[in-house]
């Protein structure tokens, strides 16, 4: 399996753009998580999916953001309209077994987005 | 909040034992210890898991106190390729699963 795979890896747009992130989770995989990561708050979980529906969405932090996951191999996270504070790396990650305390999150390799 | 408490960073020298301890007092019964690395630029990576027990595996080894309040990851022989921030996580599982990742440990390792 090729990982958990995230696209565009890198991401410069201008305040006030929507800004699409995209992710497909390893096959099988009935969970998944996005992830924003800055210096400021470190690694911080938005929002999670079970089987395509959103279990956990507390970390969103407002309505210009949102998560779909319209099938079991893709989920996008959207920001719209984009604010330079928005400038992170976003991480998404899959696991199998997400409710048992032996589960372990594949993360994939990001993507860095800037706001201008 | 499932807090664990981590030495804000660590030196290391190549070919050395690293021993990266992780405090978490208020650890429950049934809650596994849990580690992830982040190498530079790039995504976590799960290292290894453990409830009682110490264990090992490829990466390292999971020593786990008797009273389950603290944890150390050995690093057997630690490599350039080694340096990362190491985040030791409480996984309790549950039906409203969270993995919390605090700071981490940077660790460096000198050639």
């Known amino acids: 399996d090729a990982g958990v795979i995230q696209s565009p890896r890198h991401e410069v747009t201008e305040m006030g753009q929507e800004v699409t992130l995209r992710c497909k989770p390893i096959?099988?995989?009935?969970?998944l998580f996005w992830y924003r990561q800055t210096m400021m708050r470190g690694l911080e979980l938005l929002i999670y999916?079970?089987?395509?529906?959103?279990?956990?969405d507390s970390g969103m932090p407002e309505d210009r953001f949102s998560a779909k996951m319209p099938n079991a191999s893709f989920s996008t996270l959207k920001i719209q309209p984009s604010e330079p504070r928005d400038s992170a790396v976003y991480f998404c990650?899959?696991?199998?077994?997400?409710?048992?305390?032996?589960?372990?999150?594949?993360f994939g390799p990001g993507t860095r987005l800037t706001v201008l | 909040d499932a807090k664990t408490t981590q030495p804000n960073s660590m030196e290391s020298n190549e070919e050395e034992p690293v021993h990266l301890p992780c405090n978490h007092s208020?650890?429950?019964?049934?809650?596994?210890i849990h580690w992830y690395r982040q190498l530079p630029s790039q995504g976590p990576e799960y290292v290894i898991h453990?409830?009682?027990s110490n264990v090992n595996n490829r990466m390292a080894s999971l020593a786990i106190a008797e009273d389950r309040k603290s944890s150390t990851l050995i690093l057997h022989r630690a490599t350039l390729r080694d340096a990362a921030v190491y985040y030791c996580?409480?996984?309790?599982?549950?039906?409203?699963?969270?993995?919390?990742f605090g700071k981490g440990t940077l660790l460096t390792v000198n050639p």
């Open positions: 990650a899959s696991s199998q077994l997400a409710g048992l305390p032996t589960d372990t999150q594949y």
């Open positions: 096959s099988g995989h009935d969970y």
């Open positions: 999916f079970n089987n395509n529906v959103p279990i956990d």
């Open positions: 208020t650890i429950s019964g049934t809650d596994y």
């Open positions: 453990g409830l009682t």
């Open positions: 996580i409480r996984n309790s599982g549950g039906s409203n699963y969270k993995l919390t």
